[in-house]
């Protein structure tokens, strides 16, 4: 009876749409996927999760645990996995604490599905949690503090190849989720309608027997140990026996839910085994078909897919469509049916969206008759491609017809079809909700109005740092800000070089061979400047390494993303972002083997790297070892569909082997890109097609390394843009231009192009460096974050105890107490940064756990003490203690100590009460420790010196100072303490408060340290005789005084001493107190001085007459008249004598009694003189003009360069003026104007001025410049008149007559930089055309940044101005002008140790090396090989570049890396590799000093893999390899090059051919040896010697004589030896500072060598038996790197890399000529017919010049990119000329 009126009420509550039972769906589910927070597994067939630590310990059955981890197969654990064979296929129970919601043999390898795991206190979570339990269990005391929520999606069995021709669509989704307090635990696991598609799997070792096992489902305690070594098996419970019970998990449940099921599994206490829930009641599923509501006014800002234009809501279709609905790019909410009382509102449609605005959104979800509320995170969109789950048996109609109205992407590989936007989806009720209806859902959870549109307001965090968001009608979009480009989700700065790093996976069988690829690296780099992609993946074994050389494709992803972009195009990256999957489905011809490539990017990491990983399964043809892979350069054409790209193409590739010759294959890529993207804008649409060119692809597979290169050059553009000839196209869209790779090419007109550092970086475009925005306080960083740099960027970190806001950049403050992390018996206080637990009254514990103080007997373990035990019991280490490992110490009661020391580092710090360290509180070893019972005083911001030190100190990944690093040391109140120490160098010094260095309290490292706290005298200021002397004293650039000048001599207290002598002339005087020569007192040198002290006689006053005479007298600072100066005559009474004569010049003229001119009576040498008293006659207007000119000067004669007029008897202009400095004459009228055209320089006959003018022209600019000039120079100043030709243009040379300077200028007069010369100098040829001007160097930058502190443009007083050479390097030697210190620097211009002389103290010899102090070690091999390499990089390596690494002592690092990246190895003492160590990963490998090798298999052997079959050959050194570059004629025959010899660790950089023996000969700069192999097949290398080289480079071979030569640039020598290493001995040793390339020419027995010494650079010559050397070249050279011989002219010709030419010059030194005025950087060159071959290290290249034509004709870019060394011709038989 019961029973039947319950089913009849259910019936009419039925019929009512009221009392419906649903099964859950997906929506229902928890929150899962990345924006949920979770972690994802990696794809594999047997995975383990990283351990997921526990805030706090889980009761699984009657045990507690700290720890879980996430497996594939459908389970969770409480103890690392053991290998799935050892369980997958068991039944229950297992060994291990299981919890297990379908344990099976899953694999999502492939891409087959993915696995989130997290743990989460959000309070929507533990609320619904609660609310399940209290459901389920209604007695149950269980408020949750934590959730751990793992949810499997889309996951597929795993399936043998050979059982099935496919993969099965057959895939599930389940959840497990795991509540628990600080005594309980409860699971619920959720099975949503559709969910479960197949329902066991075959076991792997089923020996073709067709079973297959159910899954299992259920909690297993594990193995339990008694009497220490005995084992039993622990209780388990099953919820599942066979497959029907499996079938039914999403059917029914045990809370009343079908596919939700509850179980008690844990408590503190006491627990036997798992309780499930139990909810009476009818389970009813009801009908499938229903309907929803799309409210599409919140339309996410970033779909998966956009609507096609056609695509229109049909109201025919939309019953059958909500069966397997098409989900979209809107938000669905769902209304309850009519009547419902909402029981299903605001349903969301999806797991995971870009968009979910926070966990504490909140809704309700209806599982069965009654309201259900419920909380949890909405999410705003569909569920990506990739994760839309499709039945394996759709039914007929529904999504079968919806797929049949979409337009078809033109690709087979993955079906991409767009979402219904323009329909709402109906409620069961059929109630359709306008978007123009002001619609409320009172559900007392969530309110929704159409004003809930996505806003900038409210999602603007979804943009990037460096975007800007904008609002539109229908939602937002990010954009990238000006300098960077992206999606605006994701934007990276202009021109800067991208990295790319990954993870890769999958199995791959080659031919029937299966070969797994477990997780290994993939890294790219590319050059966003030029379009070249560089796609390394390390670990691969063979054979596939050798097999997949053809998959180009897979690096092909990342140049499509950042291609050279020509006009009217954009890169991938620009429309993708960082976020998109790519499918590619690959396959081989003639064999049909099929490859699927699914590579996901999944975002930017902390150094703005992409993150991509990328996933291959199929086949591959085999291809056999040692084989070569060469594909040529194709167009693939990318069509565009709204957040879909597609691609179709065929590619051919040849092979070459030993076993089968050459054979050619092809392939068929098919390939989607889809991305979310942003439409609100209605921005123009990407082109639907655009065309990538790949000109340049190489492969290759490195077997010694392991390592599988793709390198490909990519440009992007409209479809039919063809290449125009390279000499018209822009060097920006050709990618041959020079800027940094750091920097933006923007082409302008024509070729012309402009290089802009990207942003992040400063400098000229050609050399650029990374901005430090922390340094520099340039970065965004707010209150409570810290600054960390990156290259071109930098990054925010929030300090502990904080948090990013809402807006993603600003830390607030995190509210632990908000999460309950205390025991139920103590209270939480929260605080800035950080929180404390107490224990209640009556309770004792640290807060995390109190019990009782009465009847307590044993305390549980606090979490000190269980961490301090797990390390001493070795928990992490297999049970051994971690060596060095930090061991926390605890107190009596448990508690973490507030002070806390590490045994090994002897550092100590303060812990807040969970153990966390406190900010400021640590201190080195030796020093007292902070006192920890001092409470934290509120933190101040930071003062400038903690800022300092730490900045320092954040320098290392393990967070202590970096090595040799000065780390300033400061106060308690963060002040700078006043005495300042350097703990690597000693040397201490005393600051001000700005952390200053006092001048003068430097002391060095055993000497007293200066008294800091003594104030300083107060300095008196100087007296003029001081300023006097100083000032002589400084005139010197050297600090040194001006060789002959006097220098005044000062008493002790400042004042002229009476008497002065000159030091140089030995005259004496006798000087007033203000330095002034007392008359009459002066006596020569040899006899005695004036008695100073002696009174003078009474004087009368001077005269003017005297004064002006004695002042002439004393303007010499020697005392001396002024040589050449006009000297007043004064008669006896001191008056002007009426006639006055210049001594010098001969000229007479009358004064009046102040001595002043008069006009008209001036006459010249040898003339009668005027009648003085004759009275003057008037002046004409001419005789006025001239005499005021020629009384400009105090000496009384015309100004130097000054133009004085002519006139004539009568006293008028004569018709002719002529300038007597600058010979130019003219004409004038009777005024004295200049009339127009008549000008006439110098040299060509003045015009007739008697002759009428013609018509005049209108003055050009020249001349209005000129006479503009001649008006205002009418004052008698010598200022500078530009000079025109008979047009009225500018003349090309123009020079300054008084200052003798001249320059060229261009057609509008402004200067051309760089042409300026000074007086007594040869100009320069204006009609020559400008040379590209050479970009800054650093030494020039650092120099320049001085001079222009001023707006005058000169150095501050006493500043120090670095010197620099004229290639712009530091001269070894610098000064201090101000100070007189003279010190030697490297070629970065940092000061070397032990250098520094103080003013009149000998210099030190900077060529030579540096004394050793007591304290200091000798330079060691590594300083010494580090020095080298740098100044090979000229003074700035490159971030990929190798430079040494050596420790403090000078001794090798034990890990040594290449530049910045993660490319290392470990070294012995002497800085050998130790093979098998090399490692890519990001963690570098575990090196111990001087350690023993580890045991590993032996390297390969390097052998020699012979050249091309060629007439001519050029071998070139390339690091760690040598390749060979045949030669077609003259022309460089790239497409069969290859590598001749692989030498791991090595750096070759000399290199020599011996024709005769064929022979191959080279220097290693690594190993410090000289070696040879032949070039034969299989040839070893061998090792001719070993002993006494420190950096060997130029090597020559005398193919006659059967010597060879080489120079030691470190040593600075030139030494020979047999062909065989014997017979060694020096040739020169001396007069050489930096011998790099050397020559021998064998015909005349002559050996010619290169040193380019900074201070004099010089090629020199001798015979090859060390005789007759002399100099062949010193002048005008700078950098001679390269020397060749031309056999054809008999000439020496070298390539300089400070002049940047290429010059021949015969052996005696005639005949020198430029054959080249501008090359990049050359390092190596050689000769043959009529053509230089020579390596580039600004182009990594091999660069071919025509020495007829002057003009490079071809270059070769190996694939590999880094730098050439030598070069060297290999021949098939020995030239006439051989050297």
Same mark, same amino acid.
């Not at 990037?464 to 904008?470: K, L, P």
């Not at 009460?913 to 007292?928: C, F, K, L, M």
């Not at 032990?1394 to 000998?1402: A, Q």
């Not at 160590?1477 to 000093?1489: E, G």
């Given at each position: 009876? /019961?029973?039947?009126?319950?089913?009849?009420?259910?019936?009419?509550?039925?019929?009512? &749409?009221?009392?419906?039972?649903?099964?859950?769906?997906?929506?229902?589910? *928890?929150?899962?996927?990345?924006?949920?927070?979770?972690? +994802?597994?990696?794809?594999?067939?047997?995975?383990?999760?990283?351990?997921?630590?526990?805030?706090?310990?889980?009761?699984?059955?009657?045990?507690?645990?700290?720890?879980?981890?996430?497996?594939?197969?459908? +389970?969770?654990?409480?103890?690392?996995?053991?290998?799935?064979?050892?369980?997958?296929?068991?039944?229950?129970?297992?060994?291990?604490?299981?919890?297990?919601?379908?344990?099976?043999?899953?694999?999502?390898?492939?891409?087959?599905?993915?696995?989130?795991?997290?743990?989460?206190?959000?309070?929507?979570?533990?609320?619904?949690?609660?609310?399940?339990?209290?459901?389920?269990?209604?007695?149950?005391?269980?408020?949750?503090?934590?959730?751990?929520?793992?949810?499997?999606?889309?996951?597929?069995?795993?399936?043998?190849?050979?059982?099935?021709?496919?993969?099965?669509?057959?895939?599930?989704?389940?959840?497990?989720?795991?509540?628990?307090?600080?005594?309980?635990?409860?699971?619920?696991?959720?099975?949503?309608?559709?969910?479960?598609?197949?329902?066991?799997?075959?076991?792997?070792?089923?020996?073709?027997?067709?079973?297959?096992?159910?899954?299992?489902?259920? *909690?297993?305690?594990?193995?339990?140990?008694?009497?220490?070594?005995?084992?039993?098996?622990?209780?388990?419970?099953?919820?599942?026996?066979?497959?029907?019970?499996?079938?039914?998990?999403?059917?029914?449940?045990?809370?009343?839910?079908?596919?939700?099921?509850?179980?008690?599994?844990?408590?503190?206490?006491?627990?036997?085994?798992?309780?499930?829930?139990?909810?009476?009641?009818?389970?009813?599923?009801?009908?499938?078909?229903?309907?929803?509501?799309?409210?599409?006014?919140?339309?996410?800002?970033?779909?998966?897919?956009?609507?096609?234009?056609?695509?229109?809501?049909?109201?025919?279709?939309?019953?059958?469509?909500?069966?397997?609905?098409?989900?979209?790019?809107?938000?669905?909410?769902?209304?309850?049916?009519?009547?419902?009382?909402?029981?299903?509102?605001?349903?969301?449609?999806?797991?995971?969206?870009?968009?979910?605005?926070?966990?504490?959104?909140?809704?309700? $979800?209806?599982?069965?008759?009654?309201?259900?509320?419920?909380?949890?995170?909405?999410?705003?969109?569909?569920?990506?491609? /990739?994760?839309?789950?499709?039945?394996?048996?759709?039914?007929?109609?529904?999504?079968?017809?919806?797929?049949?109205?979409?337009?078809?992407?033109?690709?087979?590989?993955?079906?991409?079809?767009?979402?219904? @936007?323009?329909?709402?989806?109906?409620?069961?009720?059929?109630?359709?909700?306008?978007?123009?209806?002001?619609?409320?859902?009172?559900?007392?959870?969530?309110?929704?109005?159409?004003?809930?549109?996505?806003?900038?307001?409210?999602?603007?965090?979804?943009?990037?740092?460096?975007?800007?968001?904008?609002?539109?009608?229908?939602?937002?979009?990010?954009?990238? @800000?000006?300098?960077?480009?992206?999606?605006?989700?994701?934007?990276?700065?202009?021109?800067?070089?991208?990295?790319?790093?990954?993870?890769?996976?999958?199995?791959?069988?080659?031919?029937?061979?299966?070969?797994?690829?477990?997780?290994?690296?993939?890294?790219?780099?590319?050059?966003?400047?030029?379009?070249?992609?560089?796609?390394?993946?390390?670990?691969?074994?063979?054979?596939?390494?050798?097999?997949?050389?053809?998959?180009?494709? +897979?690096?092909?992803?990342?140049?499509?993303?950042?291609?050279?972009?020509?006009?009217?195009?954009?890169?991938?990256?620009?429309?993708?972002?960082?976020?998109?999957?790519?499918?590619?489905?690959?396959?081989?011809?003639?064999?049909?083997?099929?490859?699927?490539?699914?590579?996901?990017?999944?975002?930017?990491?902390?150094?703005?790297?992409?993150?991509?990983?990328?996933?291959?399964?199929?086949?591959?043809?085999?291809?056999?070892?040692?084989?070569?892979?060469?594909?040529?350069? *194709?167009? /693939?054409?990318?069509?565009?569909?709204?957040?879909?790209?597609?691609?179709?193409?065929?590619?051919?590739?040849?092979?070459?082997?030993?076993?089968?010759?050459?054979?050619?294959?092809?392939?068929?890529?098919?390939?989607?890109?889809?991305?979310?993207?942003?439409?609100?804008?209605?921005?123009?649409?990407?082109?639907?097609?655009?065309?990538?060119?790949?000109?340049?692809?190489?492969?290759?597979?490195?077997?010694?390394?392991?390592?599988?290169?793709?390198?490909?050059?990519?440009?992007?553009?409209?479809?039919?843009?063809?290449?125009?000839?390279?000499?018209?196209?822009?060097?920006?869209?050709?990618?041959?231009?020079?800027?940094?790779?750091?920097?933006?090419?923007?082409?302008?007109?024509?070729?012309?192009?402009?290089?802009?550092?990207?942003?992040?970086?400063?400098?000229?475009?050609?050399?650029?460096?990374?901005?430090?925005?922390?340094?520099?306080?340039?970065?965004?960083?707010?209150?409570?974050?810290?600054?960390?740099?990156?290259?071109?960027?930098?990054?925010?970190?929030?300090?502990?105890?904080?948090?990013?806001?809402?807006?993603?950049?600003?830390?607030?403050?995190?509210?632990?107490?908000?999460?309950?992390?205390?025991?139920?018996?103590?209270?939480?206080?929260?605080?800035?940064?950080?929180?404390?637990?107490?224990?209640?009254? &009556?309770?004792?514990?640290?807060?995390?756990?109190?019990?009782?103080?009465?009847?307590?007997? $044993?305390?549980?373990?606090?979490?000190?003490?269980?961490?301090?035990?797990?390390?001493?019991?070795?928990?992490?280490?297999?049970?051994?203690?971690?060596?060095?490992?930090?061991?926390?110490?605890?107190?009596?009661?448990?508690?973490?100590?507030?002070?806390?020391?590490?045994?090994?580092?002897?550092?100590?710090?303060?812990?807040?009460?969970?153990?966390?360290?406190?900010?400021?509180?640590?201190?080195?070893?030796?020093?007292?420790?902070?006192?920890?019972?001092?409470?934290?005083?509120?933190?101040?911001?930071?003062?400038?010196?903690?800022?300092?030190?730490?900045?320092?100190?954040?320098?290392?990944?393990?967070?202590?100072?970096?090595?040799?690093?000065?780390?300033?040391?400061?106060?308690?109140?963060?002040?700078?303490?006043?005495?300042?120490?350097?703990?690597?160098?000693?040397?201490?010094?005393?600051?001000?408060?700005?952390?200053?260095?006092?001048?003068?309290?430097?002391?060095?490292?055993?000497?007293?340290?200066?008294?800091?706290?003594?104030?300083?005298?107060?300095?008196?200021?100087?007296?003029?005789?001081?300023?006097?002397?100083?000032?002589?004293?400084?005139?010197?650039?050297?600090?040194?005084?001006?060789?002959?000048?006097?220098?005044?001599?000062?008493?002790?207290?400042?004042?002229?001493?009476?008497?002065?002598?000159?030091?140089?002339?030995?005259?004496?005087?006798?000087?007033?107190?203000?330095?002034?020569?007392?008359?009459?007192?002066?006596?020569?040198?040899?006899?005695?001085?004036?008695?100073?002290?002696?009174?003078?006689?009474?004087?009368?006053?001077?005269?003017?007459?005297?004064?002006?005479?004695?002042?002439?007298?004393?303007?010499?600072?020697?005392?001396?008249?002024?040589?050449?100066?006009?000297?007043?005559?004064?008669?006896?009474?001191?008056?002007?004598?009426?006639?006055?004569?210049?001594?010098?010049?001969?000229?007479?003229?009358?004064?009046?009694?102040?001595?002043?001119?008069?006009?008209?009576?001036?006459?010249?040498?040898?003339?009668?003189?005027?009648?003085?008293?004759?009275?003057?006659?008037? @002046?004409?207007?001419?005789?006025?003009?001239?005499?005021?000119?020629?009384?400009?000067?105090?000496?009384?004669?015309?100004?130097?360069?000054? *133009?004085?007029?002519?006139?004539?008897?009568?006293?008028?202009?004569?018709?002719?003026?002529?300038?007597?400095?600058?010979?130019?004459?003219?004409?004038?009228?009777?005024?004295?104007?200049?009339?127009?055209?008549? @000008?006439?320089?110098?040299?060509?006959?003045?015009?007739?001025?008697?002759?009428?003018?013609?018509?005049?022209?209108?003055?050009?600019?020249?001349?209005?410049?000129?006479?503009?000039?001649?008006?205002?120079?009418?004052?008698?100043?010598?200022?500078?008149?530009?000079?025109?030709?008979?047009?009225?243009?500018?003349?090309?040379?123009?020079?300054?007559?008084?200052?003798?300077?001249?320059?060229?200028?261009?057609?509008?007069?402004?200067?051309?930089?760089?042409?300026?010369?000074?007086?007594?100098?040869?100009?320069?040829?204006?009609?020559?055309?400008?040379?590209?001007?050479?970009?800054?160097?650093?030494?020039?930058?650092?120099?320049?940044?001085?001079?222009?502190?001023?707006?005058?443009?000169?150095?501050?007083? &006493?500043?120090?101005?670095?010197?620099?050479?004229?290639?712009?390097?530091?001269?070894?030697?610098?000064?201090?002008?101000?100070? &007189?210190?003279?010190?030697?620097?490297?070629?970065?211009?940092?000061?070397?140790?032990?250098?520094?002389?103080?003013?009149?103290?000998?210099?030190?010899?900077?060529?030579?090396?540096?004394?050793?102090?007591?304290?200091?070690?000798?330079?060691?091999?590594?300083?010494?090989?580090?020095?080298?390499?740098?100044?090979?990089?000229?003074?700035?390596?490159?971030?990929?570049?190798?430079?040494?690494?050596?420790?403090?002592?000078?001794?090798?690092?034990?890990?040594?890396?290449?530049?910045?990246?993660?490319?290392?190895?470990?070294?012995?003492?002497?800085?050998?590799?130790?093979?098998?160590?090399?490692?890519?990963?990001?963690?570098?490998?575990?090196?111990?000093?001087?350690?023993?090798?580890?045991?590993?298999?032996?390297?390969?052997?390097?052998?020699?893999?012979?050249?091309?079959?060629?007439?001519?050959?050029?071998?070139?050194?390339?690091?760690?390899?040598?390749?060979?570059?045949?030669?077609?004629?003259?022309?460089?025959?790239?497409?069969?090059?290859?590598?001749?010899?692989?030498?791991?660790?090595?750096?070759?950089?000399?290199?020599?051919?011996?024709?005769?023996?064929?022979?191959?000969?080279?220097?290693?700069?690594?190993?410090?040896?000289?070696?040879?192999?032949?070039?034969?097949?299989?040839?070893?290398?061998?090792?001719?010697?070993?002993?006494?080289?420190?950096?060997?480079?130029?090597?020559?071979?005398?193919?006659?004589?059967?010597?060879?030569?080489?120079?030691?640039?470190?040593?600075?020598?030139?030494?020979?030896?047999?062909?065989?290493?014997?017979?060694?001995?020096?040739?020169?040793?001396?007069?050489? $500072?930096?011998?790099?390339?050397?020559?021998?020419?064998?015909?005349?027995?002559?050996?010619?060598?290169?040193?380019?010494?900074?201070?004099?650079?010089?090629?020199?010559?001798?015979?090859?038996?060390?005789?007759?050397?002399?100099?062949?070249?010193?002048?005008?050279?700078?950098?001679?790197?390269?020397?060749?011989?031309?056999?054809?002219?008999?000439?020496?010709?070298?390539?300089?890399?400070?002049?940047?030419?290429?010059?021949?010059?015969?052996?005696?030194?005639?005949?020198?000529?430029?054959?080249?005025?501008?090359?990049?950087?050359?390092?190596?060159?050689?000769?043959?017919?009529?053509?230089?071959?020579?390596?580039?290290?600004?182009?990594?290249?091999?660069?071919?010049?025509?020495?007829?034509?002057?003009?490079?004709?071809?270059?070769?870019?190996?694939?590999?990119?880094?730098?050439?060394?030598?070069?060297?011709?290999?021949?098939?038989?020995?030239?006439?000329?051989?050297?």
């Amino acid at each position: 009876m /019961e029973r039947g009126s319950m089913l009849a009420a259910c019936l009419l509550c039925w019929s009512c &749409g009221v009392c419906v039972v649903s099964a859950i769906r997906r929506a229902d589910m *928890f929150p899962y996927g990345a924006l949920s927070g979770d972690l +994802i597994l990696a794809e594999g067939d047997d995975e383990t999760s990283r351990v997921l630590l526990l805030p706090r310990p889980l009761n699984f059955y009657d045990s507690r645990y700290s720890q879980l981890y996430v497996a594939t197969n459908g +389970i969770i654990s409480a103890q690392d996995l053991p290998m799935e064979k050892q369980y997958v296929d068991d039944g229950f129970p297992t060994d291990f604490p299981v919890v297990a919601p379908f344990l099976a043999d899953i694999d999502t390898s492939g891409g087959r599905g993915q696995i989130y795991y997290r743990v989460t206190e959000t309070p929507s979570v533990l609320n619904r949690v609660s609310r399940e339990v209290h459901r389920g269990f209604p007695d149950a005391k269980f408020t949750p503090t934590h959730v751990v929520v793992a949810t499997w999606e889309n996951v597929a069995a795993y399936e043998e190849q050979t059982r099935t021709a496919g993969p099965s669509n057959k895939v599930n989704t389940f959840q497990a989720v795991i509540g628990y307090d600080e005594t309980d635990s409860y699971v619920l696991f959720l099975y949503p309608e559709g969910g479960l598609n197949f329902f066991g799997t075959r076991p792997k070792e089923s020996y073709n027997v067709e079973i297959e096992l159910p899954a299992r489902v259920g *909690f297993s305690r594990g193995e339990i140990t008694y009497l220490i070594l005995s084992r039993t098996e622990g209780p388990h419970y099953s919820v599942t026996s066979d497959e029907q019970s499996v079938k039914n998990l999403y059917q029914v449940g045990n809370t009343g839910i079908p596919g939700v099921w509850l179980f008690h599994t844990g408590n503190s206490y006491s627990f036997d085994n798992i309780v499930p829930a139990s909810i009476g009641g009818l389970l009813v599923t009801p009908p499938t078909r229903g309907h929803g509501l799309s409210l599409d006014t919140t339309t996410a800002e970033y779909g998966e897919f956009e609507d096609y234009p056609d695509n229109t809501f049909d109201p025919d279709n939309q019953e059958e469509e909500d069966d397997y609905p098409l989900t979209g790019g809107d938000p669905e909410f769902q209304t309850a049916p009519a009547g419902a009382d909402h029981s299903e509102s605001l349903q969301p449609a999806s797991p995971d969206a870009p968009s979910s605005p926070s966990e504490d959104s909140g809704y309700q $979800v209806a599982y069965g008759s009654k309201d259900v509320p419920l909380t949890s995170e909405p999410r705003y969109n569909s569920e990506p491609a /990739e994760r839309q789950y499709a039945p394996p048996n759709p039914p007929e109609g529904g999504a079968q017809q919806t797929q049949e109205q979409q337009p078809q992407v033109p690709l087979e590989v993955v079906d991409v079809y767009p979402p219904h @936007r323009n329909e709402p989806r109906l409620s069961p009720g059929g109630h359709v909700v306008s978007v123009d209806e002001d619609i409320d859902f009172d559900t007392g959870v969530i309110q929704y109005t159409t004003e809930n549109k996505e806003t900038c307001a409210r999602f603007q965090q979804q943009c990037s740092q460096n975007a800007f968001c904008s609002d539109y009608a229908t939602g937002f979009c990010c954009h990238c @800000r000006p300098g960077s480009y992206g999606n605006g989700r994701y934007c990276l700065p202009e021109g800067a070089p991208q990295r790319v790093s990954g993870k890769v996976s999958g199995t791959v069988a080659v031919g029937s061979t299966p070969v797994a690829l477990n997780n290994i690296d993939l890294h790219a780099y590319i050059v966003v400047g030029d379009g070249r992609a560089y796609t390394a993946i390390s670990e691969v074994p063979e054979p596939v390494g050798w097999a997949l050389m053809p998959l180009a494709p +897979i690096g092909e992803l990342f140049g499509w993303m950042f291609a050279l972009e020509l006009p009217n195009s954009q890169a991938g990256f620009k429309i993708t972002g960082a976020e998109f999957t790519r499918h590619a489905e690959v396959i081989f011809y003639p064999g049909n083997q099929r490859l699927s490539i699914i590579q996901k990017g999944r975002g930017l990491d902390d150094h703005n790297h992409l993150t991509v990983d990328t996933v291959v399964s199929g086949n591959v043809p085999f291809l056999p070892p040692g084989a070569e892979v060469t594909m040529d350069p *194709f167009k /693939e054409t990318y069509q565009y569909y709204p957040s879909v790209a597609t691609s179709t193409s065929v590619r051919e590739f040849s092979v070459v082997s030993a076993e089968r010759g050459s054979e050619s294959f092809s392939f068929q890529l098919k390939q989607n890109i889809t991305y979310r993207d942003c439409r609100h804008d209605h921005r123009a649409a990407v082109p639907e097609t655009l065309q990538i060119t790949m000109e340049r692809v190489f492969v290759m597979y490195v077997k010694e390394e392991r390592i599988l290169r793709y390198a490909i050059t990519n440009k992007i553009s409209p479809v039919g843009v063809e290449p125009t000839e390279p000499e018209l196209v822009n060097p920006c869209y050709a990618g041959n231009h020079d800027c940094d790779t750091t920097a933006q090419c923007i082409p302008l007109e024509g070729r012309d192009f402009q290089c802009q550092c990207a942003t992040g970086y400063r400098g000229d475009g050609r050399n650029c460096y990374d901005v430090d925005e922390c340094a520099e306080s340039l970065s965004s960083c707010g209150a409570h974050a810290q600054c960390v740099n990156l290259p071109g960027s930098h990054r925010c970190l929030c300090q502990s105890g904080y948090e990013f806001g809402f807006d993603g950049r600003t830390c607030v403050d995190v509210d632990e107490c908000s999460s309950s992390p205390c025991h139920i018996s103590a209270r939480c206080v929260n605080a800035l940064g950080s929180f404390q637990c107490q224990c209640q009254p &009556g309770f004792h514990g640290d807060g995390f756990y109190c019990s009782q103080q009465e009847g307590q007997t $044993v305390r549980p373990r606090s979490q000190c003490e269980q961490h301090r035990d797990s390390l001493q019991s070795g928990g992490e280490q297999g049970g051994r203690p971690s060596l060095g490992a930090f061991v926390p110490q605890c107190d009596s009661v448990g508690h973490y100590r507030p002070l806390q020391c590490h045994g090994s580092t002897g550092h100590c710090w303060c812990v807040d009460v969970r153990g966390q360290e406190r900010g400021g509180t640590r201190t080195p070893p030796g020093t007292p420790p902070t006192d920890c019972d001092r409470p934290d005083e509120p933190e101040s911001p930071k003062t400038h010196c903690e800022h300092h030190r730490d900045g320092v100190q954040t320098t290392s990944p393990e967070g202590y100072p970096v090595v040799g690093a000065y780390i300033p040391q400061c106060d308690d109140n963060g002040q700078y303490l006043p005495s300042q120490c350097h703990g690597s160098s000693g040397h201490c010094w005393c600051v001000d408060g700005n952390g200053q260095e006092r001048g003068g309290t430097r002391t060095p490292p055993g000497t007293t340290r200066t008294d800091c706290s003594k104030p300083d005298e107060p300095e008196r200021p100087k007296t003029h005789c001081e300023h006097h002397r100083d000032g002589v004293q400084t005139t010197d650039r050297e600090g040194y005084p001006i060789v002959g000048a006097y220098v005044p001599q000062c008493d002790a207290n400042g004042q002229y001493r009476s008497l002065q002598c000159h030091g140089s002339t030995g005259h004496c005087w006798c000087v007033d107190v203000r330095g002034q020569e007392r008359a009459g007192t002066r006596t020569p040198p040899g006899t005695p001085p004036k008695d100073c002290d002696r009174p003078d006689e009474p004087e009368r006053p001077k005269t003017h007459c005297e004064h002006q005479r004695d002042g002439v007298h004393t303007t010499s600072p020697e005392g001396h008249p002024v040589v050449g100066a006009y000297i007043p005559q004064c008669d006896a009474g001191g008056q002007y004598t009426p006639l006055q004569c210049h001594g010098s010049t001969g000229h007479c003229w009358c004064v009046d009694g102040r001595g002043q001119e008069r006009t008209g009576t001036r006459t010249p040498a040898g003339a009668p003189p005027t009648d003085c008293d004759k009275p003057d006659e008037p @002046r004409t207007y001419c005789e006025q003009h001239r005499d005021s000119v020629e009384t400009t000067s105090p000496e009384g004669y015309p100004l130097i360069g000054v *133009f004085v007029p002519q006139c004539d008897s009568d006293g008028q202009y004569t018709s002719q003026q002529c300038h007597g400095s600058t010979g130019h004459c003219w004409c004038v009228d009777n005024r004295g104007q200049e009339r127009a055209g008549t @000008r006439t320089s110098s040299g060509t006959p003045p015009v007739d001025c008697d002759k009428p003018d013609e018509p005049e022209r209108p003055k050009t600019h020249c001349e209005r410049h000129r006479d503009r000039a001649q008006t205002i120079g009418q004052d008698g100043q010598p200022i500078y008149v530009p000079q025109c030709d008979a047009d009225g243009q500018y003349l090309s040379l123009q020079c300054h007559s008084p200052s003798g300077h001249c320059w060229c200028v261009d057609n509008r007069g402004q200067e051309r930089t760089g042409t300026r010369t000074p007086p007594g100098t040869p100009p320069r040829d204006c009609d020559k055309p400008d040379e590209p001007e050479r970009p800054k160097t650093h030494c020039e930058h650092n120099r320049d940044g001085v001079r222009t502190t001023t707006p005058e443009g000169q150095g501050w007083i &006493g500043v120090f101005i670095p010197l620099c050479d004229a290639e712009g390097q530091y001269l070894p030697r610098q000064c201090s002008g101000s100070s &007189g210190y003279c010190w030697c620097v490297d070629s970065r211009g940092q000061e070397r140790k032990g250098t520094k002389t103080p003013p009149h103290k000998p210099s030190v010899d900077c060529d030579k090396p540096v004394p050793v102090a007591p304290t200091q070690h000798p330079e060691s091999v590594c300083e010494r090989w580090r020095t080298s390499l740098i100044e090979h990089y000229g003074g700035k390596p490159e971030p990929q570049q190798y430079v040494p690494q050596c420790e403090p002592d000078g001794q090798f690092s034990p890990v040594q890396c290449y530049g910045e990246t993660t490319y290392c190895w470990c070294v012995d003492q002497d800085g050998r590799e130790v093979p098998g160590t090399r490692s890519h990963d990001v963690v570098k490998p575990a090196c111990l000093p001087s350690a023993a090798p580890p045991t590993v298999r032996p390297l390969p052997r390097p052998d020699v893999t012979p050249p091309p079959n060629a007439d001519i050959t050029l071998l070139y050194a390339q690091g760690q390899k040598i390749g060979a570059l045949p030669l077609n004629g003259t022309r460089l025959d790239g497409t069969r090059s290859k590598t001749l010899l692989t030498l791991h660790g090595s750096i070759v950089v000399g290199i020599a051919y011996d024709c005769k023996e064929n022979q191959v000969y080279w220097t290693d700069l690594s190993a410090r040896t000289i070696n040879r192999a032949s070039l034969v097949a299989g040839a070893e290398p061998e090792i001719l010697i070993n002993t006494n080289l420190v950096s060997p480079e130029g090597l020559a071979v005398d193919v006659k004589r059967r010597l060879m030569f080489w120079v030691d640039s470190n040593p600075d020598m030139i030494e020979t030896a047999n062909l065989d290493g014997s017979g060694r001995r020096t040739l020169f040793g001396t007069d050489l $500072v930096n011998p790099r390339a050397i020559i021998v020419v064998s015909s005349t027995g002559t050996l010619y060598w290169t040193d380019w010494n900074r201070e004099a650079p010089k090629i020199e010559s001798a015979s090859v038996d060390g005789q007759n050397r002399r100099v062949v070249v010193s002048d005008g050279i700078g950098l001679p790197n390269a020397l060749t011989y031309d056999s054809s002219s008999g000439q020496v010709c070298w390539a300089d890399a400070g002049t940047k030419r290429l010059e021949c010059v015969s052996p005696d030194g005639s005949g020198r000529r430029v054959v080249h005025p501008s090359l990049n950087y050359p390092f190596s060159m050689v000769y043959y017919k009529n053509h230089f071959y020579y390596t580039d290290w600004r182009r990594d290249g091999v660069i071919a010049v025509n020495k007829d034509s002057s003009q490079i004709t071809d270059e070769y870019l190996p694939d590999q990119r880094s730098h050439l060394y030598g070069i060297a011709i290999a021949t098939t038989h020995c030239l006439s000329g051989s050297h």
